[in-house]
């Protein structure tokens, strides 16, 4: 990292919207696609939020979640179904998508359809993953790893920009937390201003930061009320944007329900988020 690093280019998409480090920006949706009307719903929702609040907002939604604490979890609806969703969402509603890859096969289809590839935690540095993400030509969204520094990242960063001309645009950062002790993350919120020193926007995922994996046994446990302290004390730190998994009805999705928001919440965070970061810039 530079003494003097340069500030986070914007990363510009489809349908008029772009991640400006200037602007908080949003990033939300459930964990993991259900079916077309819930995924489109949740989509609409996000939608309207951010023209409520005047924030540039990319929609997300797994259409598989391999890393699971059972194999008897529900992962999502698979490739070919959940990219034909994701492709509705897009259609109907014109907002820029955002979903996991998990495998450098999937790429290619996944950047057909998703305007935006995000690399998960735990793969955050498998280098063929991440060349062929960054070389797909879409902007890629990478992770942290809950076992890494911030200052680690310097490795995953320097593989997406290598295959990406520079990454200027290209590259988003997110942190998530980090493992502490047993089925327990912690949020270090130095971590957001050090991941800005490698020149690209940083976003914080609030919902996965309350994670307590395999918390319950045979699936992963969260403190919901925790998202809000973590995504104001984020916006306070200079996050770029905010990660927040919504849905209709946690308590009833199939994946991470404890760690999301009610859908119905997120608007009021999303102003609540913007008043703190305004106060925090002065």
Not at 108 to 124: M, T
Not at 191 to 211: C, K, M, N
Not at 242 to 256: I, T, V, Y
Not at 268 to 280: D, E, I
Request: glycine share 10%; proline share 8%.
């Amino acid at each position: 990292m530079s003494a003097v690093p340069p500030a986070p280019a914007p990363v510009v998409l489809p349908f008029g919207v772009t991640l400006d480090p200037s602007a908080l920006f949003l990033v939300a949706g459930p964990c993991v696609i259900e079916s077309l009307d819930a995924t489109l719903r949740a989509a609409e929702a996000v939608k309207k939020v951010a023209e409520r609040a005047r924030v540039a907002a990319v929609f997300k939604a797994s259409y598989d979640k391999a890393n699971r604490s059972s194999g008897a979890s529900y992962r999502g609806p698979g490739l070919d179904e959940g990219l034909r969703v994701l492709a509705k969402v897009r259609e109907k509603l014109a907002i820029p998508v955002l979903t996991d890859v998990h495998e450098t096969a999937e790429v290619e289809a996944v950047a057909a359809v998703a305007d935006v590839l995000q690399i998960p935690a735990f793969l955050c540095r498998q280098t063929s993953l991440l060349v062929a993400a960054a070389a797909s030509g879409k902007p890629v969204n990478v992770k942290k790893g809950q076992f890494l520094a911030p200052w680690d990242m310097k490795g995953p960063i320097a593989k997406l920009e290598s295959a990406s001309g520079g990454g200027r645009g290209r590259i988003l950062v997110t942190e998530r937390g980090a493992s502490f002790g047993y089925n327990r993350l912690v949020a270090d919120m130095t971590s957001i201003p050090t991941l800005r020193e490698f020149g690209h926007p940083v976003i914080f995922d609030a919902t996965h930061s309350v994670q307590q994996p395999g918390g319950l046994g045979d699936r992963t446990g969260g403190e919901r009320r925790m998202v809000p302290v973590l995504a104001l004390a984020a916006a306070a730190a200079g996050c770029d944007g905010l990660f927040l998994e919504a849905h209709e009805d946690p308590d009833r999705s199939p994946s991470d329900g404890p760690n999301m928001i009610p859908i119905s919440e997120l608007g009021p965070l999303v102003s609540k988020a913007l008043a703190v970061r305004a106060a925090a810039r002065g």
